[in-house]
């Protein structure tokens, strides 16, 4: 199955841009990748999912333009333009693997956002 | 709009029980999975398992596997993850999520294991 890789944190400034990680471990480069937004205290929330073709589907219900995604080889990328304080979140990356009885659902560490 | 609204926080014993319920409404529950996912304090994301919420069929990650069971009640458009054995380190927020996309996530139930 695949491991997925995130920095554990990351830093931008109000208005800015940045532009988080999601390394898949070799051999899975076609592999989907969805990305949640975890603000403090609260429960994930989808934001959208990403294959080598860019988006697969729709964003997540309330999630700005300003956010969008991209994938490369191993990488699936989220960018998220003119930040806001309200970005300032945890960042979490999941994937399926497998079928049947051996299905599994993998996340990635995590990347810490911080908004200064 | 589309919900799932989770049961209240739970303190239990090394070797007990725990069953949390996921209340499922603003869709037809029986068309979308039911996915549980734990995060202990200040860790990342775990995947449990998943349910067919139509069929009842059930997947559970290998850790949980013979500990964990997930059950629906479609009557009442619940979800149900009992979690059996339980250790000091079972501690954590525990979240049910809909569908493929994970979409929409419970407000997650902390469970409190301590002697």
């Known amino acids: 199955q695949p491991v997925l890789t995130q920095p554990p944190s990351a830093s931008a400034s109000l208005g800015a841009s940045v532009t988080l990680t999601c390394t898949l471990s070799s051999g899975y480069s076609n592999y989907k990748v969805d990305w949640y937004q975890q603000r403090p205290g609260k429960g994930p929330r989808f934001v959208m999912r990403?294959?080598?073709?860019?988006?697969?589907?729709s964003k997540g219900d309330g999630i700005p333009d300003r956010f969008s995604v991209l994938g490369s080889g191993l990488n699936r990328y989220l960018t998220i333009n003119n930040i806001h304080e309200e970005d300032e979140s945890d960042y979490h990356c999941g994937a399926d693997h497998g079928s049947g009885s051996n299905f599994v659902r993998v996340f990635g560490g995590g990347t810490k956002l911080t908004v200064v | 709009q589309v919900q799932l609204v989770q049961s209240g926080a739970e303190v239990k014993k090394p070797g007990a029980s725990v069953k949390v319920s996921c209340k499922a409404s603003?869709?037809?529950?029986?068309?979308?999975?039911i996915n549980w996912v734990r995060q202990a304090t200040g860790q990342g994301l775990e995947w449990m398992g998943w349910?067919?919420?139509?069929?009842?069929?059930?997947g559970y990650a290998q850790k949980f596997r013979g500990r964990v069971t997930m059950t629906r009640d479609t009557s009442i458009t619940t979800a149900y993850m009992e979690l059996s054995s339980l250790k000091s380190e079972d501690t954590a927020v525990y979240y049910c999520?809909?569908?493929?996309?994970?979409?929409?996530w419970g407000q997650g139930t902390l469970v409190t294991v301590s002697s």
């Open positions: 349910m067919n919420a139509h069929t009842g069929n059930t």
């Open positions: 999520a809909k569908g493929r996309y994970y979409d929409p």
């Open positions: 603003g869709y037809t529950f029986t068309t979308y999975d």
């Open positions: 990403v294959g080598t073709d860019g988006i697969v589907g």
